[in-house]
């Protein structure tokens, strides 16, 4: 059928709550302050500074003494040009595990030298082991399933120099570090650390860096200073599609 | 299936011949009356549609004319099959001729009673027919395409803007939603007419218009054949014109309708005989057409505590049951109303919906019932709405309830925004596939607390329905048995409407369907 | 104990996630564009856009085709001064039943006379019920049950202008009006309607106009001309308080 | 209570056999030797507190002390006592000329042995009387102010920030949680002392000291006085500083401590011997102060899968119980660990989740049972959370579970903010209240999928267990046989903290818990 439903324009687009440009969020936070209208008031206040607008509390709880909980509902007059978004080249497409192992056989020539950890106190490893180890995740082989990988995995709660002393020892194309406890942004020291430490050893340039994790994100992994950050709903023939085009081009910049 | 109650047969025999009792007075006392609304059925039915200069809709021309010339008491139909007969016009042409102001049906020379009969019978049945024939393929088609397994889920579109509703239709398709439900625009009910035309500006829902509801289908099929599972579609008939709204259901192909006049009468304060003579036709057509029938029982529990209300909807069920069979509505077609709307705070709450699940369940083996979710009790928070939702659908699974109505995290706010759908259709998904076998997996303590409740409330209903049976439906709408709301036999809307058949009064398509019945 | 926790700034409150000045809220909306790394970005720029910080986006899900769900949490770094939104007196202490009578005996003199109703379309009649009739709600009897007042409910689907011809008819010190439906802004329309009957017939002055549903606010109802609004969690005492001290300011000012 | 699932007593008895078995070889294998952490222990118990110029605990610099000199094997309590006895000062005092390098405990003259035994157990005896004198008080507390009905709705602080947990905590009681536990900063397991002092910054959890302990316990004592409800405290003993942990709990009125060996070999590299040892005491001294015990099960749900692993869970239960009989804790202050981590999308997982929750509830029908809420399949939705939660919640009241850890719609993202906590706890409310009796109102088919998963799983813990018992506990840690996680005997931190034990070993706090347990 002709679809009649009015045409959203990807130049300008705001959030769609029961039809198109009404522009209707949710806000939830807590304000410390007790439980009164004056408290609504700063609620909506505040959802004003952000410059949303016809701001309603739809919900008001009291947590505790102090400490009150709102629902807010509101319009959001902002609009996003997806459009110059779009453009940016976000969405890559990745490439299966067969095609890595085409790529890197002629892109490549050699197995690709990856060492991997989750690092400083964080003893989650499920992440890390889900990129690496042969079982992998959801049904996707690991890189240690690949041909065209050879991978270290030393598990977790390894101290950041030792991932480095690793990745020197055995003369890494790139270093992979998984972090998911990020309470006091526990994961933002941490990887910051591990750059620190790789630029006073001088070597940052010679390695890839990526890390992983449920709360990291390709942009702040960039800002931290890694080359590339992977969030949940990662499989491995994703991180692999990423280092072999990354070691190809490298490959090509050197030669 | 074995009783998990262990209930009563006498009591339950009790209150089906109280109930059945009810049902034959009522449609006593209603009988001998149609109404403008049947008469514009009957007109529609015939092809007559569309809108004249000043947008009313033609059927609603043609009956006012009759009904201002004090023709209506012999029936639209025997005006049409005259002019038939006397100007060789089809229904349509006809219509087309008053609207214009070039034909007076009443002014016309009265020609051969059975010729006009049986002009205007051949061609209705040649029309019903023509539809008969396209609800098979759609039968066909639902059986080709296959539907999700039970219990139904039903999701109710509101946007206003029927092209809005059908991208939500589209997200409750690709969530896992068996039925989109195009509610109407507020206050429709009150409306004497139906809208023409698409529509993109309602209140709280979107006008339930024959263009509406082709669009909605149009692009439910398309959806069902691009992904291989058929999409039902379903409206409101209650209000002040449900025989009609059941036509034009009929004719785009909707499956389901929610159908009761109660609803009508206890919310929008319309006239209880008005209302109940139209829901009698409407029923027929959706009985005859094959779309399946929602109660409204719910609505009580909306108005009434739900723990003390609980015996007036199981009455209502069983009279409505009753009715709907009257009007020839098979078993499988009757999804009679049920909610969860037991206050969450009630200790032990959940046993006794659990109870009143069953119960109708076993009371109604054969019929799907439309179970609803809590919505009175619901508030601004929508986790809280959420849990209450989870458990409503795990009654709703352990209890074999046939069509859900989706519960949606915002239920307290606001009609649900696209996310709060598809928030909604996953917590169904999740319970009815994580907890799928629970139901048969489990008995009740005999004499427990869900035993006892159950009978408990099956006497209450017995003792209502005896009352009933006794001072009659309409005394016990008055009394306020339902809802909690009280409502006179001669006031409310549309009693105006309501008009006593002359010796003449005929009516092809009610004869059709109900020859259908006998053959 | 001495209460060691950090000291909540009143003069600067911030949302409060896990700890004090933490900032962190979250938003949710729907944006109509693709589920894609573009999509997340757009709704990283949309928080952006609202001034809000370190915005992450922790859930993405794709509703149907072309329309993307977003949970993002970020830090607030505005800040309310609640000092002074506390100066505004918007706290009122509310009277109970008796103390409404006392007041009233002491003030007003003689009954108020309140017609009410759930008007336009809208048939929702439980919380207009809730605040006139003698069953009231949640245990506080309606003002039906008030000595000092004189009520007349009309009930739901009235229209607006019955309602204004109602209140001439009686005298009426108050409108009283109930919305419930708000698709499409459908409250809004009625509400100002009434608030144009009123003042084309010259009566606005005339009377306290009041309006309630679960969707009103005070801050609504005075935007569209109304002296006050009451939301859900509204008992008739707070009702009655507010009427009859409003009725008492008027006669001792046209006194 | 009558069983529900239709267990088979033999195959029950077979269980219990090999998992009796497995305790009494893996403490023989453990025997004869001690741990720094249990002598630091004994200095703890005798009143060593603080910390040196350079921060390290004075427990630590006694340790380490004598260590250096070799002089371990006979035990921290010997030295001291002959110490006591040369010195005739109080165990604080030579503690702190230790620190200041002003003693040296080997370098002292060895006096009569029976009299340095004497003094330091004398002293150990009076602290000890001392503290349960104050553990008895906090038991009257606790009958005067009285708790919430069961289960115990349990609930994890995390901010970092003690003064900040205080405040959590006060969020927790007011909405109805009953305990509140102080999860630590991240690897504070892998520590091998204790910090001091109160501590405001942590990660992932607040740092477990004695001062934390104290503070939380004097806020929740004020709120329960204030509410008339008494609130617990809960935090975690495993790790390296087990024993030591279960002394400050002790001291400071605890009421619950996560006590685990398994979690700290598994996940925290721990070596397998250090923490069995370390464990068998802190125990010990859990169960002779009245502290409830927490297993830690629910972790290999959360590595492995948990429809394959469930054999694993029971298997676990039955030596973790076992062992800790053996330390002397009584039935009622075990609360064995389990947890709700089915996939979401499983058919009938529920189901699976209902037969296990009641297979341990009926193996151990005097222990409490601390029941874990799904995290490992938890994402960002928190809708999809928050239902997961509310069959959980179900599932804890339907089959009377003891304590239950209140799941949160955030747990896939991030430790629970203020208001997460609520939303838990009010859907734990809601759901505990709804469906109060539901458990005791349902049985089950015979030979359904209920009854014949929980048969399944009896009879594959049955096999590991004699597995185990045959190969021993070790070995089966080698094998990976817990949460899919392989660890060598021989292997992982602190295994230089083991100390063979002299001829002339002696730990007089050991003997008096023991003693106590033969009277
Ligand atoms: C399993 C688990 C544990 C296990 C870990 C066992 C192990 N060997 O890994 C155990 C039981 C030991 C544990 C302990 C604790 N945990 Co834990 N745990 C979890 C849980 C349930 C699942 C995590 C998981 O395995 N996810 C599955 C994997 C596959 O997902 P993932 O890590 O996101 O990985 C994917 C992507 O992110 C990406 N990826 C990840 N790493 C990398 C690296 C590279 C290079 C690339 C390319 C991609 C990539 O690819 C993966 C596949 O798509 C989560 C809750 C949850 N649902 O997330 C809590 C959770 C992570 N734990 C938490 C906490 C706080 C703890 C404790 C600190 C609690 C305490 N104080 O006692 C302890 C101590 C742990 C520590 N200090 O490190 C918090 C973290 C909160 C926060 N954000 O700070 C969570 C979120 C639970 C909660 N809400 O409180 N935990
Ligand atoms: C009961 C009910 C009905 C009943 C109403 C019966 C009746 N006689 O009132 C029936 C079943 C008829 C019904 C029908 C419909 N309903 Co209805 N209904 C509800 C329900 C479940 C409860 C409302 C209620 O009674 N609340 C209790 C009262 C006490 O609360 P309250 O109104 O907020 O009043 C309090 C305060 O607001 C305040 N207050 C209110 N008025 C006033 C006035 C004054 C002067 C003052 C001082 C204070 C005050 O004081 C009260 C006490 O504290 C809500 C869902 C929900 N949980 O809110 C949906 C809901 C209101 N209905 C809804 C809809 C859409 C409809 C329909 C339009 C659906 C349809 N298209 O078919 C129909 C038609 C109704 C119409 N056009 O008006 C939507 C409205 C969405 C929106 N915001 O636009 C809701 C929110 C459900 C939903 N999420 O979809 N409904
Ligand atoms: C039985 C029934 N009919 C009709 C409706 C819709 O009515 P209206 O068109 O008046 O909004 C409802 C809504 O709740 C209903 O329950
Ligand atoms: C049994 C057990 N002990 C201890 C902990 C906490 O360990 P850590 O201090 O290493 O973070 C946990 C956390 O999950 C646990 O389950």
Known sequence: MPDLAPAVDLGAVRPYGDMLDDGLLQLSFTLPVPNSLAARRAALDLAERMGLARAEV????????????????????????????????????YMSHEEVEEFAAAHVGRPIVVVGASTGTDTHSVGID??????????????????????????????????????????????????????????????????????????????ILACGGTRVSNELAKELGYDAGFSRGTYPNHLATFLVREVAARCSSES | MKSKLDLDPGLVAACREAAAQVGRRTIEEIGGRTTVSIERTVARLLGVDGVDALDAPLPNVLVDHVHERGGLGRGLAWWLGNAMVQTGDPPERIAAAVAAGELDLCALPAGDEDAARRAVTS?????????????EQRVALRERLGEGPAPLRYVLTATGNVYEDVVHGRAVAENGGDVVAITRSTAQSL???????????????????????RIMREAMDEWGER?????????????LCMAEIATIGALEGLDNLVNDALYGILYRDINPVRTLIDQ????????????????????????????????????SQLINYELARASG??????????????HPSVTNGFLYEWAQAQLTRELFPDCPIKYMPPTKHMDGNPFRTHACDTLFNLVTIGTHQGIETIGMPTEGVYTPHLADRVIGLENADYVFNFAHDFGDEIEFKPGGIIQTRAADVLDGARRLLEQIAEIGFFAAIERGTFGDARRRIDEGRGADGVIVMDEGYFNPCVEIMEGARVA
């Open chain 1, 58 to 93: 739809t919900h008001v709880q009291q947590l505790v003494e102090g400490y009150t909980h709102f629902i807010v509902l509101a319009h959001c007059p902002h609009a996003i040009d997806f459009t110059a978004i779009q453009g940016d080249g976000l969405d890559i497409g």
């Open chain 1, 130 to 207: 889900a990129m690496l180890n042969l079982k992998g995740f959801q049904g996707h082989s690991g890189l240690e399933a690949y041909d065209s990988f050879e991978t270290h995995n030393l598990g977790s709660q390894v101290p950041n120099g030792a991932l480095v002393a690793k990745a020197i020892e055995v003369g890494a194309d790139a270093i992979l570090v998984s972090q998911t406890v990020t309470g006091q942004d526990a994961h933002i020291r941490n990887l910051t650390e591990l750059v620190e430490i790789l630029e006073a050893e001088g070597r940052r340039r010679d390695v």
């Open chain 2, 123 to 135: 061609e209705t049945e040649q029309r019903m027919a023509a539809i008969m024939r396209k609800r």
């Open chain 2, 191 to 213: 409306l004497d007419f139906i809208p023409f035309g698409p529509t993109t500006e309602g209140f709280g829902g979107t006008f339930a218009t024959q263009e509406n509801y």
């Open chain 2, 227 to 239: 992904n291989g599972r058929y999409i039902r579609i379903s409206s409101f008939c209650s209000g």
């Open chain 2, 280 to 315: 009698r036709i409407s029923r027929m057509i959706n009985g005859y057409f094959g779309i399946v029938i929602n109660t409204g029982e719910d609505n009580y529990l909306r108005t009434a505590d739900a723990v003390e209300a609980a015996p007036s909807v199981v009455a």
């Open chain 2, 329 to 342: 509505v098979p078993d499988e077609q009757i999804a009679l109303g049920d909610a969860f709307e037991i």
